[in-house]
């Protein structure tokens, strides 16, 4: 129940329903990347054939972001698939 006192993003983070402010930065970080792509991508379609060389460097920071973020966490699963079988424990149990 929502006190007449409280704010209303007190109440939703009180049950569960709001984010931290770690889970919005982390939240806002791994959308980076894809908005950066996506900028880029629109600014090659919007300028003209001899500038659209200026948002290759953007694209490609953006495609550089996106697969560093993919090969870490692909090697941080395989770290800790490989930590868990040496612990014993196997798919079923857990």
Do not use: C, N, Y
């Amino acid at each position: 129940m929502i006190k007449a006192t409280e704010r209303p993003f007190d109440a939703a983070k009180a049950q569960g329903l709001g984010m931290s402010p770690a889970s919005r930065r982390r939240a806002l970080l791994a959308l980076s990347s894809p908005l950066l792509i996506l900028l880029a991508l629109v600014a090659l379609l919007h300028r003209p054939a001899s500038e659209r060389v200026q948002a290759l460097p953007a694209l490609g920071i953006g495609i550089g972001l996106l697969g560093t973020s993919w090969v870490r966490r692909r090697r941080r699963r395989r770290e800790l698939l490989r930590a868990l079988r040496d612990d014993g424990h196997t798919a079923e149990s857990g």
